[in-house]
């Protein structure tokens, strides 16, 4: 709930781009032109199992911005 009430809030600054995150489908976060986010899940059969998000600054460097 927390992370919808932000995005909700932050919403109109950000903008989500499917990409290949580590060899896995993922959603980059962008605000502007800079990567603010990426995010990731774990999936077992049918079943989210875990869900991961990077918001480390300097991690997300590496990370390229997804075509639009």
Request: aromatic share 8%.
């Amino acid at each position: 709930r927390l992370l919808a009430g932000v995005s909700t809030k932050w919403l109109r600054y950000l903008s989500h781009h499917f990409a290949e995150i580590n060899g896995e489908r993922g959603v980059v976060t962008m605000h502007g032109d800079q990567v603010f986010a990426v995010t990731t899940c774990a999936i077992e059969g049918d079943r989210i199992v875990a869900g991961y998000r990077m918001m480390n600054p300097e991690r997300l460097r590496r990370i390229r911005r997804p075509d639009t």
